[in-house]
């Protein structure tokens, strides 16, 4: 996804909407789309949990995010040429 595409979709959500990725492995990957998701504040602290959970509107401190997703990494390497290890 361009820049041009992703501010477009970005539009669409209030501006102090928090905006999500996936976290915690390496390397760099394209967007593959925006789309709202309901999340809440993780109970759980660790080095490799995110900050946030799916939840739905029941959940205390649930807030509607701008999830941005990347491409999976075969479909990523076909489209753009990605190596392997």
Known sequence: ???????KR???FPPDAIALVRGYDTGYDVVADVRAEIVAPSPVKGECVGVFDLADDSFPNA?????IEPYDALDKHER???HTK
């Open 63 to 67: 807030q509607t995010a701008a999830y």
């Open 1 to 7: 996804m361009k820049v041009k595409e992703l501010i």
């Open 80 to 82: 753009y040429g990605g």
């Open 10 to 12: 970005l539009r669409k």
